[in-house]
Structure formats: structure tokens, C-alpha cells
T-cell receptor, first 115, second 111 residues
Framework: GAVVSQHPSWVICKSGTSVKIECRSL??????MFWYRQFPKQSLMLMAT?????????EQGVEKDKFLINHASLTLSTLTVTSAHPEDSSFYICSAKGRLNTEAFFGQGTRLTVV | QQQVKQSPQSLIVQKGGIPIINCAYENTAFDYFPWYQQFPGKGPALLIA?????SEKKEGRFTISFNKSAKQFSLHIMDSQPGDSATYFC??????????FGSGTQLTVLP
């Protein structure tokens, strides 16, 4: 399958700072990228969907000013958690899909800990 | 309408056993039903997927059974191994849109 690389795999930041997570499709053009949040022993919760060159569509209850998503190219999307707080600590996962594919390929996830 | 219900929440089998995980959906517009395997601290990885025009699909030790009239589908793992111990998620999507995930099943295969 296609490869989606997510970086960093883990990050610790201080409360009030911002942190950026990158999601790259390495061998295909990702026309659509998805960002998920996963709490321990729970399912993946979709946060937002982004199409290349367009503004992201956020799910209900997700603060778009807090979770900034940029999908400026066909191989890169970024999620920036602004003014992070301890309750933002979670496992963030991206997935990417090409224009003709139904299958979405997942990154390895980023463990964010806000202290 | 968008929900996918998954059971059981956890499952313990002996090595060589055949764990079965079940999912049910409501939205008849769903046309893509994948299963994902997730190890701790890792992203989900696609195991196998099926479309509603077939009732069964087998890839290696993994089999999906699909019952369109009942709006149910299940994952069977043949000859399960301790290395199969992971969390399994079913999902559904329609018209190549975003996936709706089940709640997950934590599988433990005892040696």
C-alpha cells in the first residue's frame, strides 16, 4: 500500500504553546487528507477533512481556530494545535486518499502531551 | 444513520482459535467496508475491505463476511496467533467519503 508519513511521532510541549504536526504522502498525490483524534482505548474521532488547496471542513464540536489545518500541496498537510492545554493531550492520526482511491492510508500517529 | 456498531469490546482466544468480530450499520448508502488493525502507539493499518456486491472476501487468514440484508459484516481471523493481538476497527464509507469507525475490539490471543 501507499505510504503516509507523520511527524513527529511524539511531542511534549508546555501549556500555552503551539505545536505543528506534519502528514506527508510519500508515493502518491493526496487530494484529501483527514485528521483524527484518538483517546486511550477509544475509537478514532474525525476532526476535519481537507482537500488540497481548499479550506478544511471541521466536524461539529472541533474548534477550527484551535486546530489549524493546512493542505497547501498534494503531498503535505499540517495540523497546528494552538495555545495547547493539557486536555489537548491525545493521539493524533492523519490519513490520506488519492483522487481515484476509496482506500485511505494512515500515518503512524503523533502522541501529543501538553504539560 | 452514520453510526457503525461494533462488538464485542474485547475478546480473548487461544492460539489457533478463530476470533469473530461483528459490525452493524444503518446507512444503506455505505458502499465500502474496511477492517483496520491497530497496535498500541501506531496508526491503523488496512487489513481487508469489502464492497456490498459480494458476500465474502478472504485474504490470507482474514475473512470478511457481509450480509447486506441484515446490514452486518464480520471479520474472522483463522488460526489466530499471539502476534494478532491488537485492536481491530471496522469502518464504513460511501461515495469515497470519510470513514465512519466502529468502537473497536481489543483482541488478545493467548500463546
Amino acid at each position: 500500500g501507499a505510504v503516509v508519513s507523520q511527524h513527529p511521532s511524539w511531542v511534549i510541549c508546555k501549556s500555552g504553546t503551539s505545536v505543528k504536526i506534519e502528514c506527508r504522502s510519500l508515493d502518491f498525490q493526496a487530494t484529501t487528507m483527514f485528521w483524527y483524534r484518538q483517546f486511550p482505548k477509544q475509537s478514532l474521532m474525525l476532526m476535519a477533512t481537507s482537500n488540497e488547496g481548499s479550506k478544511a471542513t471541521y466536524e461539529q464540536g472541533v474548534e477550527k481556530d484551535k486546530f489549524l489545518i493546512n493542505h497547501a500541496s498534494l503531498t503535505l498537510s499540517t495540523l497546528t494545535v494552538t495555545s495547547a492545554h493539557p486536555e489537548d493531550s491525545s493521539f493524533y492520526i492523519c490519513s490520506a486518499k488519492g483522487r481515484l482511491n476509496t482506500e485511505a492510508f494512515f500515518g503512524q500517529g503523533t502522541r501529543l502531551t501538553v504539560v | 444513520q452514520q453510526q457503525v456498531k461494533q462488538s464485542p469490546q474485547s475478546l480473548i482466544v487461544q492460539k489457533g482459535g478463530i476470533p469473530i468480530i461483528n459490525c452493524a450499520y444503518e446507512n444503506t448508502a455505505f458502499d465500502y467496508f474496511p477492517w483496520y488493525q491497530q497496535f498500541p502507539g501506531k496508526g491503523p493499518a488496512l487489513l481487508i475491505a469489502i464492497r456490498p456486491d459480494v458476500s465474502e472476501k478472504k485474504e490470507g487468514r482474514f475473512t470478511i463476511s457481509f450480509n447486506k440484508s441484515a446490514k452486518q459484516f464480520s471479520l474472522h481471523i483463522m488460526d489466530s496467533q499471539p502476534g494478532d493481538s491488537a485492536t481491530y476497527f471496522c469502518a464504513a464509507a460511501y461515495s469515497a467519503r470519510q470513514l465512519t469507525f466502529g468502537s473497536g475490539t481489543q483482541l488478545t490471543v493467548l500463546p
